[in-house]
């Protein structure tokens, strides 16, 4: 009966959502069913997104402080998000989705402090007849080996609880592509696995009222090694390409004109483009879950590790690049003017997680050269202890520097402009078909 109850809750927009981080994909994911109707909790630890959030104003791309302001309420209100610090809010809700960030450590081995720390709070506050849902990347084996022994343990149960009886459990990863305006919450397929067919029912009455496509699955270990999957193929796959570009830096072949080439045939094959490196918060970070699991079995998982070397190794190439062109023109890299154009890893996005700019600055310093840059979405960032600034006149910046290094094209940029005013370019992008 618990789980027809909660149904029916999803199916009249009645229930009251809670969503655990307010990142990325928590708030886009709270905006979504706001909109629906649903009286939204947003939970988050940061102090600062919380106090952003009460005013009204989003520090996400995607979602504008126009399309969020009129949400927010100040207490759990249907078609309203209500914002706040305390995980004792999960009391009021019927479901948890759970949108924290698992990073990977020094070591390339999975952090999930911040998936135990919420898990624990949310363990504190569960009360029977609940769905919480996982939607945080991780290793497959994380929702069965890992939440479920937690949730099964909560004070609520008064003893060991079970899930698909006393609360309902699933995994359903996260899809956000930031900046994308084709794809969305609302319309990118949503993969749902449960760990009883009674939990996936629940899950995927839920999302079926907010996302127009809803995938079940037989099990959270399959939804979590699908998007594991999703995210190892690009990686394999740049991987390939940035090498296939460095082959022809050797072979004196333009990559670009290879791949445009290659891309005329109509099957067998998907076009990749080479670039700096590979950024953001999937990429470069959910293929090491899945190598690091298989270690476990004693597996090693070689594409994985062979695509994750290659692409680690091109912030050192492109800073070879930079030296070289500079060697052609008579002038050494110590103490030449580079601006860096785009530190975001990907255009039109203000997300700098895991860019290869970033490491192909600090490349370039510890070369001793003088390194700015310029971003129209990155006004400032820290970056291993140091900071820097947009530079605030970007043509003069283009005048006066003696090399420019094209790493993200946002569309915002005058390339044509830029083309004529700058003394040497380096052009990651291929932005500038001329660019060395």
């Not at 007849?129 to 149960?157: D, F, I």
């Not at 490491?359 to 510890?366: A, K, S, T």
Request: aromatic share 8%; charged share 20%; with cysteine.
């Amino acid at each position: 009966m618990a789980d027809q109850e909660l149904i029916n809750k999803f199916n009249q927009h009645t229930a009251v959502i809670a969503i655990a981080g307010m990142g990325y994909v928590g708030l886009p994911l709270a905006v979504a069913f706001a909109e629906k109707g649903f009286a939204v909790i947003g939970i988050d630890v940061d102090e600062r997104k919380i106090s952003a959030l009460q005013q009204g104003q989003s520090y996400i791309r995607d979602v504008t402080s126009a399309r969020l302001a009129p949400l927010l309420a100040e207490k759990p209100t249907p078609g309203h998000i209500f914002a706040t610090g305390d995980y004792g809010a999960v009391q009021q809700s019927d479901a948890v989705l759970i949108c924290v960030p698992t990073p990977l450590n020094k070591t390339r081995d999975p952090d999930v402090r911040f998936l135990i720390s919420a898990g624990e709070s949310i363990v504190q506050n569960m009360h029977e007849g609940m769905l919480v849902v996982l939607e945080s990347t991780t290793y497959p084996g994380t929702t069965e080996e890992l939440l479920q022994p937690m949730l099964e343990q909560a004070p609520a149960w008064q003893g060991r609880g079970r899930a698909g009886e006393d609360f309902f459990l699933a995994f359903s990863p996260e899809r956000i592509d930031p900046g994308r305006a084709d794809w969305t919450v609302e319309n990118t397929p949503k993969i749902v696995g449960g760990v009883t067919l009674a939990c996936r029912k629940a899950a995927v009455t839920l999302y079926s009222q907010v996302i127009q496509s809803v995938v079940p699955v037989s099990s959270p270990a399959t939804a979590e090694m699908a998007k594991l999957l999703e995210n190892t193929f690009r990686a394999v796959n740049i991987a390939l390409v940035n090498e296939v570009a460095m082959m022809c830096d050797k072979l004196n072949l333009d990559v670009w004109e290879v791949i445009e080439a290659a891309a005329t045939k109509p099957y067998g094959f998907m076009k990749f483009t080479p670039g700096p490196g590979v950024g953001g918060h999937c990429i470069p970070l959910d293929p090491h879950y899945l190598s690091w699991k298989l270690k476990t079995l004693n597996y090693n998982a070689r594409f994985i590790q062979l695509a994750g070397e290659i692409n680690t190794e091109l912030p050192y190439y492109w800073t070879q690049k930079v030296q070289d062109a500079l060697n052609n023109v008579g002038k050494p890299l110590k103490d030449s003017r580079i601006l860096v154009l785009g530190v975001a890893y990907k255009k039109n996005i203000d997300d700098v997680r895991e860019s290869p700019a970033l490491d192909i600055i600090e490349l370039l310093r510890q070369k001793h050269a003088a390194v700015t840059y310029h971003d129209p979405f990155v006004p400032s960032f820290a970056h291993n202890g140091v900071e820097m600034h947009s530079v605030p006149d970007l043509a003069a910046a283009v005048r006066t520097a003696d090399c420019v290094l094209i790493i993200t094209d946002h569309s915002q940029y005058n390339w044509s402009q830029i083309a004529r005013d700058a003394r040497l370019v380096v052009d990651t992008r291929h932005v500038l078909p001329s660019a060395v």
